[in-house]
């Protein structure tokens, strides 16, 4: 079936049906959108994407995205040396960074290993994660990863690699979240939590 739009418009669609958690309806309709409201949408969206293209970086040391190398995180003095915040991804960064709960420094490893995607230790960010944790001012490496089979994959082979250091090697917690109810719980998570119970 022929399409409605031209093939200009057919091609913005389908290179927005390529970002995460925009199919091709949803896709459809942001361009639609953007096309209805090119002056205030479509245009500046282009100039900024102009910018960001231009303009971005992936900081040496610790793997984030910013305009500068190093990174406003990685320049911040006010950081706690100490900790040393490992996640798998930049979006893993901003998500700690717009809690506000942590002023460490980080380090993005770019991904996770997965055996099913063919993602080894070496296609990680992981020679640089050991440098880093020999500086004496670290004393802990909290890994962040997610609590998928994957993330624990990576998180013991990280562990394992800084066994020679005389850091401490943490985790997040895992268990019930602020405001869960135990009935909606998944068997996994209600195990997690009791076997991770704290004093009151």
């Known amino acids: 079936m022929a399409s409605p739009a031209g093939p200009e418009i057919e091609r913005l669609i389908q290179l927005l049906a390529r970002l995460p958690g925009l199919g091709p309806r949803s ?66 960064l901003w998500a700690l960074e717009r809690a506000g709960a942590v002023r460490a420094r980080y380090h993005v490893l770019g991904g996770v290993i997965s055996a099913l995607d063919g993602v080894r230790p070496d296609d990680l960010n992981l020679a640089t994660l050991h440098q880093r944790a020999a500086d004496p001012a670290v004393r802990e490496v909290l890994l962040a990863l997610n609590a998928t089979v994957d993330g624990q994959t990576t998180a013991h082979y990280i562990t394992a690699i800084l066994a020679d250091l005389p850091v401490r090697v943490t985790r997040l917690a895992h268990g019930v979240p602020i405001g869960g109810e135990l009935d909606y719980l998944d068997d996994g998570t209600l195990a997690a939590a009791i076997r991770q119970r704290g004093a009151f």
Not at 70 to 89: K, N, Q
Request: hydrophobic share 40%; proline share 5%; charged share 30%.
């Open 27 to 92: 896709a459809r309709r942001a361009a639609l959108q953007l096309v209805k409201r090119r002056e205030t949408l479509l245009a500046p969206l282009a100039e900024a994407m102009q910018q960001v293209s231009e303009r971005v970086r992936v900081c040496s040391v610790c793997g984030n995205v910013d305009t500068s190398d190093p990174c406003a995180i990685c320049r911040d003095e006010t950081r706690d040396p100490s900790l040393l915040v490992v996640v798998a991804d930049v979006s893993d």
